[in-house]
Structures are given as C-alpha cells and as structure tokens.
C-alpha cells in the first residue's frame, strides 16, 4: 500500500522535504508509520516526533486525511491516505506547555 506524508513547519525544515509517498508491506497504522519515519530519517527528526525512550511525542498533531488521529489509538491505514504531522506552530514544548498548565492549575486553587 501507498500513502502519503505531508511534513509542516520545524519537521519539514528537519527532514528537508514538504512531503514523501511511503510504501508500505502489510497492515499498518499511523502511529507505526511515524515510529518507522522517525527511525528512518534520524536525527533531527526523530527527536521532533519521538521522546527520548521512543514514545510519541503527543503534542504534534497527526491528521489522517481531514480526520485528527488520537495518539493513544491506533488508527489504521488504508491505501492512498495522506497522513499529515503537524507540530505546535506557536513554538515552545511539551515541558513548557505541561508547566505553564500546572501554574493555571495552581492559580486555580489558590482562588478558590
């Protein structure tokens, strides 16, 4: 089967290319496709869409066609699909983002 990758901003600038048409053997889905990409292309770009034990890093978005993929469940992929990795345009990571919702969290309680 044949589908299509669609890379945005910083992991397009990473792997240098706007999109690849991936051939695939077998079942698979979206989530295994992006752990294979990121073995395949290395560094930089794995560590754009893997975490350092190799978990997906769930704050890019993954569409599958027009349909926004949930990281936790795999979603498999038929021939022809376009899968699209988008990560956070606004910049910042993960940790920071993860941070600054403890501190609403924490003005929350506070306020109570």
């Known amino acids: 089967m044949k589908v299509t990758v669609k890379y945005c901003a910083q992991i397009k600038q990473a792997i240098g290319i706007a999109s690849e048409v991936v051939e695939l ?19 930089p770009v794995r560590s754009f869409l893997l975490d350092r034990e190799g978990r997906h890093r769930t704050n890019n978005l993954l569409i599958v066609g027009d349909e926004q993929v949930q990281w936790a469940t795999p979603r498999p992929l038929e021939d022809g699909d376009e899968v699209t990795v988008l990560p956070p345009i606004s910049g910042g990571s993960l940790r920071a983002w993860e941070r600054a919702r403890e501190r609403v969290r924490v003005r929350v309680r506070v306020r109570k």
């Open 25 to 43: 053997e077998g079942d698979c889905s979206a989530q295994e496709l992006i752990t294979r990409l990121a073995q395949q292309h290395g560094e």
